[in-house]
Structure formats: C-alpha cells, structure tokens
C-alpha cells in the first residue's frame, strides 16, 4: 500500500474527569496502524480549554499539546468526555466545537463526549450512543437526536461510541475507511487481542448477560421483565408467555439464581430506580411511577434494605462525592 501524502491527523479534545480508557482505546489504534502500515498514516493530537496537564476520572494526569485556542489544523474532532457531565465552564469548548463544525469537520463524541456534542447543537438529526447510564439523560433532555444503544454509531459526518473499551469498536471501524482497509482493521484489532464488534452491536446490563443465563426459558421470562419495568407483569403472566407452567419457571429461577423469580424482578425493577436516582434529576415520585412502584413510599421501602440508603440519601450521598473528587480533581 502507497503512503497517502499526508498523515489524517485527529483532534482528541480531552475535558477534566475524562476517561483514561477511552483516551487510549481512541490513540492506540491508530498507533498500531502506523506500525501495520509502516509509515504514520494517522496522527493524533491532543487538545484541552487551556492546554496543559489536564486529569482524567482516576487522577492521573495527561499533558495535551494545545490549548483549543491554539490548535493546530485537524482532519476530524472528538471529545473524550468527563464523568460526571459539568454543569458550567463548557462555554469555550462548546464555542470550538461549533467552529469546526462550521470547517464541515468530520466530528465524534467518545462516552458523554456525545452529550457535550449534543448540548451545542451538533447532533440535531443525527443518530447517536453514549454510555448506557446516561442514555436515558440524552435522549431526554435532547429531542432532535436520535439516541440508539449501539456500542457505536457512525452517521455521515458523526462519530459516537458509548465509551469503556467501545472506542477501540468505533476506531477499527473507521479504520476500514480511506486511507485504511478492512484487512488494516482486522490486523490492528488481532494485535490488540480484541474482537471486532458491529454498527448493530448493543450494549447491554442486562441480567441474562451478567448471570450468563442460557437456558431458552429463563432468557425469555428474564427479557420480559426487562421490557416491562414501568408497568410490571404478574409471574403467572411471564410463565405463560414464555411457555412454562408456573411451577416450572419458579422452579428454573431457583435453581439458576437461588430466588424466587417475584425476587428477581424486583431486583430488575429496583435496579434500573439506582440509575435514574443516580444519573438523572427526576423526582422520587416520577422514578417510583418509571419502575412500576405504587408510590414514593413504596419505592423506598424495597430500595433503602436493598441499596443501604433510601433513595433521595442515595442520590445525595452520590451528589457529595461527585463534589469531592471534583474538588480534588481542581
């Protein structure tokens, strides 16, 4: 393969509380390209508000090369978002980004990356992923965009992955297009040990996966519950949906998972209040009707013995740390 002229550099913007992962399952790919290729076909740069040391989510701190107001020309932009999203400061970044989106630059959102990209307008119409704790936020709070639960999305000019190691999914998917190769995807990802996952790839936490159930029946009976958490079935109605006799289906949940199934759904249930009380500001009240709960009362007496803290302690107890690490962080 001829060297192309020019190296295809990408911009990586990293905000303070990025992920450190990410950064580098979005870098190395196209490192281990170079190699493949023998020439540096791809380059990449590193960009940060005011250039310097910036922290990632664990503390370790990485020095980007440029402030955004002294970047260099890029061919493509991504942000490696922070966790939590900030609430202030974003304005600069948010002013940049419409600015290289003005160039017609190819853009890309890595984990809340995509947030920050939405909350400056540049996915209106687009379809889009970001992490699954945060999917619900996103789509929510930005109703031009179409939010999908890919482990990455490509659309046209936009560029979004869920974050965690789905960077390295999205990059040796990229890697497929001009100047690379399907074959260049395919030797960047044996050499970094990794399995090639798809534009139709979903990621999931779902408890068939966790438990990694196999059994036909407890999968269906489990997806059921998944799929009606708001307005919950009867047990009786999941067994005969998923062709078992009551019994049987009771009797395959304790042997699978050592409860009743009446447990493991509520443990369902309960589970997807921990991430609306941790990850959005929806009222008690509206998380109780979202999980299929009578009441606020009612939510929090099966959520306090099951998670330690009632729920609105939880979602302080979760607001004062945030605040501690930022302040560390700072």
């Not at 992920?19 to 196209?30: N, Q, W």
């Not at 304005?91 to 909350?119: E, F, H, N, V």
């Not at 869920?162 to 044996?190: F, H, I, W």
Request: with cysteine.
């Amino acid at each position: 393969m001829q060297p192309p002229k020019q190296s295809l550099v990408f911009g990586f913007v990293v905000v303070p509380n990025f992920s450190l992962i990410a950064l580098s399952a979005c870098v190395d790919p196209l490192r281990i390209a170079n190699g493949v290729l023998g020439h540096p076909t791809y380059r990449s740069v590193l960009l940060s508000a005011e250039g310097g040391l910036v922290a990632s989510s664990d503390g370790i701190q990485v020095m980007t090369q440029h402030s955004l107001a002294e970047a260099p020309e890029v061919d493509v932009v991504f942000v490696i978002g922070p966790n939590p999203i900030p609430r202030r400061g974003l304005r600069p970044l948010t002013q940049w980004l419409k600015k290289m989106a003005s160039l017609g630059l190819p853009m890309g959102g890595i984990d809340t990356g995509a947030y920050l990209m939405a909350q400056a307008g540049l996915l209106d119409g687009y379809r889009c992923t970001i992490h699954w704790e945060d999917h619900e936020a996103l789509a929510e709070q930005f109703a031009q965009v179409i939010v999908t639960q890919h482990f990455f999305e490509v659309d046209r000019d936009r560029y979004t992955c869920s974050g965690g190691v789905a960077p390295l999914d999205l990059m040796t998917y990229l890697l497929t297009q001009a100047p690379g190769s399907r074959q260049l995807a395919n030797e960047v990802a044996n050499l970094l040990v990794v399995e090639r996952r798809s534009l139709t790839d979903i990621q999931t936490v779902s408890i068939i996966h966790q438990e990694r159930v196999t059994h036909p029946a407890a999968v269906e009976a489990l997806r059921l519950m998944e799929a009606n958490v708001s307005e919950p079935l009867t047990i009786a109605e999941i067994a005969q949906f998923a062709n078992l006799p009551l019994r049987s289906l009771q009797r395959l949940f304790q042997q699978h998972f050592a409860k009743s199934a009446e447990r493991i759904y509520l443990d369902v249930r309960l589970s997807h209040a921990r991430i609306l009380v941790q990850r959005s500001d929806k009222s008690i009240r509206e998380i109780a009707i979202q999980t299929g709960f009578a009441s606020p009362s009612h939510l929090t007496a099966r959520y306090t013995p099951r998670f330690g803290a009632s729920p609105r302690k939880d979602r302080a107890q979760r607001k004062q740390g945030l605040a501690f690490k930022e302040r560390l962080l700072s």
